[in-house]
Nanobody, 121 residues
């Protein structure tokens, strides 16, 4: 059974920090591109950050310099360290895993159920 389980969300004051975790199981985590997305009511789900199998990160412009994505393949876990949080960062954050397209493997995309992050004073 494929699972992506997010944890670490909560309520933080503006300027604060929070680290999210996503634990994966049921597939070969180490070969997947993994990342974080976020969504608020009335808005589309947007990319926050991705990280390749070998650890190369990519960030949305809105979070560059504030967020850091990392992964530990031996633990089947991806993390999102969030610093200098602002009210506009409030959203449900979702973990994502993407096998990408290959000539021998059909693409597989998996999603977690999300974790709420709220920034408010």
């Amino acid at each position: 059974q494929v699972q992506l389980v997010e944890s670490g969300g909560g309520l933080v004051q503006p300027g604060g920090s929070l680290t999210l975790s996503c634990a994966a199981s049921g597939f070969t985590f180490s070969t997947y591109l993994v990342g974080w997305y976020r969504q608020t009511p009335g808005k589309q789900r947007e990319l926050v950050a991705t990280i390749t199998s070998s650890g190369s990160p990519n960030y949305a412009d809105s979070v560059k310099g504030r967020f850091t994505i990392s992964r530990i393949n031996a633990k089947n876990t991806v993390y999102l360290q969030m610093n200098s949080l602002q009210p506009e960062d409030t959203a449900v954050y979702y973990c994502n895993a993407d096998s990408l397209r290959t000539i021998t493997l059909s693409r597989r995309v998996f999603w977690g159920q999300g974790t709420q992050v709220t920034i408010s004073s």
